[in-house]
Nanobody, 125 residues
Framework: QVPLVESGGGLVQAGGSLRLSCAASGRTFSNYAMGWSRQAPGKEREFVAAITRGGSSTYLVDSVKGRFTISRDNAENMVYLSMNNLKPEDTAVYYC??????????????????WGQGTQVTVSS
């Protein structure tokens, strides 16, 4: 288990930008691929983006490609989700997560085993 704390959510107008941050505790952060998922009211949690342990590879779902970027800083135990050109349909609680050790580049919610408490992102039209 990796303790995770997200921050950076808020209210933004459509077309705006936000940068979410996730702080991890412990000395083994670089051993885990990391990712972001989101959950809108009344919907299931949806995988959004992932990054490998060293940060050399990333994966984003089609709905956010070209608008979102995932990055990490292993020296600071941080992972980020930069979101540009936000749309009302991006409104959700965003969760940072650490993947099970066997996944190089996770691509499903079920690949993650440690979760943060979430941060709300609201995009107004």
């Amino acid at each position: 288990q990796v303790p995770l704390v997200e921050s950076g959510g808020g209210l933004v107008q459509a077309g705006g930008s936000l940068r979410l941050s996730c702080a991890a505790s412990g000395r083994t952060f670089s051993n885990y691929a990391m990712g972001w998922s989101r959950q809108a009211p009344g919907k299931e949690r949806e995988f959004v983006a992932a990054i490998t342990r060293g940060g050399s590879s990333t994966y984003l779902v089609d709905s956010v490609k070209g608008r979102f970027t995932i990055s990490r800083d292993n020296a600071e135990n941080m992972v980020y989700l930069s979101m540009n050109n936000l749309k009302p349909e991006d409104t959700a609680v965003y969760y940072c997560a650490a993947a099970a050790r066997r996944y190089y580049l996770p691509r499903e919610v079920t690949h993650f085993t440690s979760w943060g408490q979430g941060t709300q992102v609201t995009v107004s039209s």
